[in-house]
Nanobody
Framework: QVQLVESGGGLVQAGGSLRLSCAAS??????MGWFRQAPGQEREFVAA????????HYADSVKGRFNISRDNAKNTLYLQINSLNPEDTAVYYC????????????????????WGQGTQVTVSS
């Protein structure tokens, strides 16, 4: 199995930045992604990156402000989030696919087999 542990969340003022990390352990994973869930909202896709980091994909709402990356030597996924605004307030979840998929982008919750526990990001205005 796979364990995913997020870190790096916190309280930040609007316009600020955070870097989220997700440490993976266990078996090999492939595409990894970030999702977020605001209070009373559905969990939504944020960003995804292929197994070797060659391709990335972003939700329109974060394009240009968020950057997803991974360091496979460290089994760690990152999300650099810049120009934060209050609408970015949510619990951010790391996700990993346990198999290669035949479609891209993998921006659906059903594309992922493993999930972390989430890290809270709160943006004050």
């Amino acid at each position: 199995q796979v364990q995913l542990v997020e870190s790096g969340g916190g309280l930040v003022q609007a316009g600020g930045s955070l870097r989220l990390s997700c440490a993976a352990s266990g078996r090999t994973v492939y595409t990894m992604g970030w999702f977020r869930q605001a209070p009373g909202q559905e969990r939504e896709f944020v960003a995804a990156i292929t197994s070797r980091g060659v391709s990335t994909h972003y939700a329109d709402s974060v394009k240009g402000r968020f950057n997803i990356s991974r360091d496979n030597a460290k089994n760690t996924l990152y999300l650099q989030i810049n120009s934060l605004n209050p609408e970015d307030t949510a619990v951010y979840y790391c996700a990993a696919a346990g198999n290669l998929r035949l479609r891209w982008p993998e921006n659906s919750r059903s594309d992922y087999d493993y999930w972390g526990q989430g890290t809270q990001v709160t943006v004050s205005s």
